[in-house]
């Protein structure tokens, strides 16, 4: 048997009290362990295995790029692959944005698409901005530069006295909404605090607002109103201020369009990628950057002030490559559309337990809200750490789940994320959601 933490290995895990198990094996939507025991990846990790995995067309196109040359250096050179791979992503982002920066991951990309922002408005003369707004209830990245520019009290706040103060508007949270309207009587007041935000911190200081056009981690697929992207970016225009779409979750098929700001039919400025890019057969992320901004780079200093060591890395880039023809190869973006219908209904079948206040999401992008009182929307408490206690136990019977917490208000608010890989069938769909209806029916049962 591998060891793991109770045999003191030396690998520092997430939770150092925790026992792991092994993974051996991955093969479609499921992943095997050492013990031979099979789970389903309802959650593909964290949103990330869109292909499925084990597919073996990848593992080809890998090797032969390594039997290629693996390495070179972005500073160097260039590559096939990565030429190859910018030209892929392109077509498949809305028209306009066509130059690609490459990374090695979410945070980087999110990051790199600041300091891009940033560099952008220096070289057309616009040197006083540099802000960046960004929401309550999001997540961009665990580096200090993203977590920043993230929303979520919980995993900012050990961490507070090294970020930079930047500025957050409310979220676009219709369960929970910040302004306490309901359908009828909203006017995307929530779009409309992006003005004012930008008006209190002087319009021209702003360089970027940045998004997730569906929030993932930090509240489970909460998707905005018909409208809202409109708005948000009417108002980055009228103040010349850069929009980001954070797709790092959302992007590559996820919720049924190549990217998820897609379903408003808007355009950002840039789009960070990461995670679907390579569905998780290597590290990597990328940021989609409008035409513009690259060219008043190129005709400005001429170099963006940045740079990784793994940008743009030839095996990264041929993986990459090799992941989206296998997406489109199979149509697996429809499929997440068509599938995401079937998915959803199944999933609103588990509003019967008394503690699921919420079922939301787009293609296959699902969050599941749960409440202690379903007429008031009360959250748990945190100590009891519900989302955890329901993820292990539907670890326990062999699902995969993405839980989390603090959706409410920064700290109360338990989910799940669920965000299969995009070939799921129908059939292993209910599997999926009878082993949610099962664990949801004991912890029922505990909490009462
Ligand atoms: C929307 C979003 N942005 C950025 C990140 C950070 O990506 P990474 O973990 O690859 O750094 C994540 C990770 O979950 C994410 O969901």
Redesign the pocket.
């Known amino acids: 048997m591998v060891p793991n933490a109770t045999m003191k290995d030396h690998v520092f895990y997430r939770h150092s009290r925790k026992v792991y198990p092994t993974a051996v094996r991955g093969q479609g939507i499921y992943i095997y362990d050492s013990t031979g025991k099979r789970y389903i990846d309802g959650s593909a990790g ?2 990330v295995v869109g292909i499925g995995h084990g597919v073996k067309e990848i593992t080809e196109a890998m090797v032969r790029q390594a039997e290629k040359i693996s390495f070179a250096h972005g500073s160097h050179f260039t590559s096939e692959a990565s030429i190859e791979l910018a030209s892929r992503l392109i077509r498949l982002a809305p028209e306009g944005l066509t130059r690609v920066y490459f990374l090695s ?4 990309a ?1 990051e790199t698409a600041v300091k891009l922002a940033r560099q952008y408005q220096v070289e057309r003369g616009k040197p006083e901005k540099y802000k960046v707004i960004s929401r309550w209830t999001s ?4 580096t200090l530069g ?1 977590l920043a520019f993230s929303g979520h009290t919980g995993r900012r706040r050990l961490y507070l006295p090294l970020m930079l103060h930047t500025p957050h508007i409310a979220p676009a949270y219709c369960y929970r909404c910040p302004f306490s309207l309901q359908p009828q009587t909203c006017s995307l007041e929530c779009a409309a605090d992006l003005e004012k935000t930008l008006l209190y911190e002087e319009p021209g200081s702003v360089s970027a607002f940045l998004a ?1 056009p569906m929030v ?2 930090t509240a489970g697929a909460l998707v905005p109103r018909e409208g809202y992207y409109q708005k948000i970016r009417e108002i980055c225009d009228r103040y010349d201020v850069l929009f980001i779409s ?1 797709e ?2 959302t992007g590559m098929g996820r919720t049924g369009k190549n990217f998820g700001i897609d379903h408003w039919k808007v355009k950002p400025d840039m789009i ?1 990628a ?2 679907g890019l390579s569905s998780g057969y290597t590290p990597m ?1 990328a940021v989609i950057v409008k035409e513009e901004i690259h060219r008043v780079i190129q005709d400005g200093s001429g170099a963006f002030v940045h740079g990784h060591t793994y940008s743009q890395n030839p095996l990264s880039a041929a993986i990459g490559c090799a992941v989206v023809d296998y997406l489109l190869k199979h149509d697996l973006i429809s499929r997440s559309a068509e599938t995401g219908k079937y998915f959803h209904r199944a999933l609103k079948s588990l509003e019967r337990h008394s503690f699921v206040g919420d079922v939301r999401g787009k293609g296959l992008f699902g969050g599941i809200e749960f409440v202690k009182d379903k007429k008031t929307k009360e959250p748990f408490d945190p100590k009891l750490r519900l989302n955890g206690l329901i993820g292990n136990r539907a670890f326990e019977k062999g699902l995969i789940t993405y839980p989390g917490g603090g959706g409410a208000d920064g700290i109360r608010g338990d989910h799940l994320l669920l965000a299969p890989p995009l070939i799921i069938t129908e059939e292993q769909i209910d599997d999926l959601v009878g082993i949610l209806d099962q664990t949801f029916t004991e912890v029922g049962k505990e909490l009462s």
């Open positions: 964290a949103a991951g979410g945070s980087e999110v997540y961009h990245g665990n993203a997730e993932g981690a954070d790092v979750m960070a990461a995670k992320g």
